[in-house]
Antibody
Framework: QVHLVESGGQLVKPGGSLRVSCEAS????????MSWIRQAPGKGLEWISH????????FYADSVKGRFTVSRDNAKNSLYLQMNSLRAEDTAVYFC????????????WGQGTLVTVSS | SYELTQPLSVSVAPGQTATITCDGD??????VHWSQQKPGQAPVLIIY???IRPSGIPERFSGSNSGNTATLTITRAHAGDEGDYYC?????????FGGGTKLTVL
């Protein structure tokens, strides 16, 4: 079955950088778009970015554009999110999510990794 | 920017039918997806493309979408259905989520 496992979340100071990762299994990773979605404590869901199968198409939310970079390594079945110039408002659980481009559904979610930005 | 509006909370008695709405401009012209998030867990897709249930989702969950409103209906509600429900659409390659509705079964 589809399995997505995020890692790398931790406490980081404002202005700092962090890379979170997602390891996928149970499906052909290179056949799917992948997304990052975050959820601030006690808040709703916010789409951050998605990346096409071969990394040709990449989109970002305005809130992270220019600071965050999404990438993938299909040989390693892995998705990454490099976060720079972190702010307190970036504090959230970051979910790795599979995107079925045919149905446009965000159909499988990882359990998330917590990123805390605080001094 | 495009906005989706959901009620903050909905309550339903056990065994009854819960209805959660999602409002947006000309929403009926778009495909709406619904996810359920139980406390402390990741979201789970329960309805996609307005009214299609993924494998493993009970028939008690159904969806519709017309005009400016999409609706998630949960029949024979029970305590295990409690959680937050989010509608979502795609606008110009951007995923837009509703603010979420907390469902309470009491």
């Amino acid at each position: 079955q589809v399995h997505l496992v995020e890692s790398g979340g931790q406490l980081v100071k404002p202005g700092g950088s962090l890379r979170v990762s997602c390891e996928a299994s149970g499906f052909t990773f290179s056949d799917y778009y992948m997304s990052w979605i975050r959820q601030a404590p006690g808040k709703g869901l916010e789409w951050i970015s998605h990346i096409s199968e071969s990394s040709t198409n990449i989109f970002y939310a305005d809130s992270v554009k220019g600071r965050f970079t999404v990438s993938r390594d299909n040989a390693k079945n892995s998705l990454y999110l490099q976060m720079n110039s972190l702010r307190a408002e970036d504090t959230a659980v970051y979910f790795c999510v599979r995107l079925d481009i045919v149905t446009t559904a965000l159909d499988f979610w990882g359990q998330g990794t917590l990123v805390t930005v605080s001094s | 920017s495009y906005e989706l509006t959901q009620p903050l909370s909905v309550s339903v008695a056990p065994g009854q039918t819960a209805t959660i709405t999602c409002d947006g401009d000309n929403l009926g012209g778009k495909h709406v997806h619904w996810s359920q998030q139980k406390p402390g867990q990741a979201p789970v897709l329960i309805i996609y493309r307005d009214n299609i249930r993924p494998s493993g989702i009970p028939e008690r969950f159904s969806g519709s979408n017309s005009g400016n409103t999409a609706t998630l209906t949960i029949t024979r509600a029970h305590a295990g259905d409690e959680g937050d429900y989010y509608c979502q659409v795609w606008i110009s390659a951007t995923a837009v989520f509703g603010g979420g509705t907390k469902l309470t079964v009491l």
